[in-house]
């Protein structure tokens, strides 16, 4: 089996995707629900200014963190593929998110090799640094980028992430799903996970 390079997203991709809609609402008087998020832009589900919006994250953002739920058996799924597979979580938090974000993943007991915080959507030259064999994501320009780049994307289902995929993107619902997309792709040669995703 070969031992894979696995870089993950956190936000919507290891945490529920849907859970900063009650402390948004709260703070914009808004009614929003999981089904009106169909873009991943959040100002715009919430028919806010972007500065609104960055300023209601600078206040809570931490907090909302904090409190994230995790999708269903993230954690049970993390420790198998641990085992047999490098974790690298990848994610667009800015760097001052480190400490709540390593806190979060520990208390949750998700193991990881590291932890990568770009204050950036552009993960194209951190997975390329971490000799990334397959991401997992749920923003879809992001699938869309990395698998451009030539990396194979498994693209977690949400209501914001609807799109054409290309043959390197892999859309899936659950982490039962990546699980055994993993296990299949593991025993094969780098080679071949591009054509064979």
């Known amino acids: ?37 169909s873009c991943y832009d959040i100002h715009k589900v919430l028919g806010v200014k972007d500065e609104d919006y960055i300023n209601f994250y600078e206040e809570h953002g931490e907090l909302l ?20 597979h490098f974790i690298h979580f990848v994610t667009a938090r800015e760097k001052k998110m480190f400490n709540v974000s390593l806190e979060w993943l520990n208390r949750h007991e998700i193991p990881m090799d590291t932890l990568s915080l770009l204050g950036t959507h552009n993960k194209v030259s ?40 290309n043959r390197n993107i892999h859309r899936v619902r659950s982490w039962y799903q990546i699980e055994r997309l993993i ?15």
Not at 2 to 17: A, F, H, M, Q, Y
Not at 65 to 84: C, F, S
Request: charged share 30%; glycine share 4%.
């Open 126 to 165: 951190k997975a390329k640094e971490l000799n990334c064999d397959i991401f997992i994501e749920d923003r879809y320009e992001n699938a869309i980028q990395l698998s451009e780049a030539g990396f194979v994307v498994i693209l977690i289902d949400c209501n914001y992430n609807k799109g054409i995929l």
């Open 65 to 84: 963190h904090r409190e994230a739920k995790k999708r269903n058996g993230i954690t049970q799924v993390i420790n198998r593929l641990a085992k047999d």
């Open 1 to 37: 089996m070969k031992r894979l390079n696995l870089c993950i997203d956190i936000d919507g991709t290891v945490t529920e995707p849907y859970y900063w809609i009650e402390k948004a609402n709260d703070y914009f008087n808004t009614d929003i629900k999981p089904s009106d998020v």
């Open 183 to 197: 296990q299949n792709l593991a025993g094969e040669n780098q080679e071949k996970i591009a054509s064979n995703i």
